[in-house]
T-cell receptor, first 112, second 116 residues
Framework: LAKTTQPISMDSYEGQEVNITCSHN???????ITWYQQFPSQGPRFIIQ???TKVTNEVASLFIPADRKSSTLSLPRVSLSDTAVYYC?????????????FGKGTKLSVIP | GAVVSQHPSRVICKSGTSVKIECRSL??????MFWYRQFPKQSLMLMAT?????????EQGVEKDKFLINHASLTLSTLTVTSAHPEDSSFYIC????????????FGPGTRLTVT
């Protein structure tokens, strides 16, 4: 699995857009970039996944440049409830049974 | 989405005793389940992978005789921490993936184990 690098922490005020960037220089051709969210004392929750360009769902957007060496998770207008740790992973396609390797993640703190 | 439950959510046990944690897939059949451990302010660390009906595969450094994993059915996997010690106190999380799944694993809510 691709090694990923993210900022350890970020602070944001409520209502702002937050962008968390993840570097994955050695991502494999068949890896999908996947983001998970984890609240304290809970299991991770899938947020979004993409391969190239831009993906948007009801929760977030994911921007992936053409070289796929990085990706940016964008959370529009964050609220206090978005305070969590966000993990970026590269996961091979068709690999539901693949072991996930979590990095340190980015701890997002939303300030009132 | 698919739901994975864990029981208990919290458990306190005395040093030297054993404790069993259950992981259930509620609305799908889980061909593979994973067990993770997470210490405070750290990331999730994979402990083992279990496939229904076969022996679990443990990650390097995880004692298979201490952390017994059973995946006897397509909806249930159990992790038993035997002869628990205070250093086993941690947050244990399971995840599951179903037949035909592509990439997504569904995580349980976790079990907080405290060994006194």
């Amino acid at each position: 699995l691709a090694k990923t690098t993210q900022p350890i922490s970020m602070d944001s005020y409520e209502g702002q857009e937050v962008n968390i960037t993840c570097s994955h220089n050695n991502i494999a051709t068949n890896d999908y970039i996947t983001w998970y969210q984890q609240f304290p004392s809970q299991g991770p929750r899938f947020i979004i996944q993409g391969y190239k360009t831009k993906v948007t769902n009801e929760v977030a957007s994911l921007f992936i440049p053409a070289d796929r060496k990085s990706s940016t998770l964008s959370l529009p207008r964050v609220s206090l409830s978005d305070t969590a740790v966000y993990y970026c992973l590269g996961i091979p396609s068709g690999a539901g049974s693949y072991q996930l390797t979590f990095g340190k993640g980015t701890k997002l703190s939303v300030i009132p | 989405g698919a739901v994975v439950s864990q029981h208990p959510s919290r458990v306190i046990c005395k040093s030297g005793t054993s404790v069993k944690i259950e992981c259930r897939s509620l609305d799908f059949q889980a061909t593979t389940m994973f067990w993770y451990r997470q210490f405070p302010k750290q990331s999730l660390m994979l402990m083992a992978t279990s496939n229904e009906g076969s022996k679990a595969t443990y990650e390097q450094g995880v004692e298979k005789d201490k952390f017994l994993i059973n995946h006897a059915s397509l909806t249930l996997s159990t992790l038993t921490v035997t002869s628990a010690h205070p250093e086993d106190s941690s947050f244990y999380i399971c995840s599951a993936t179903g037949q035909g799944s592509s990439y997504e694993q569904y995580f349980g809510p976790g079990t907080r184990l405290t060994v006194t």
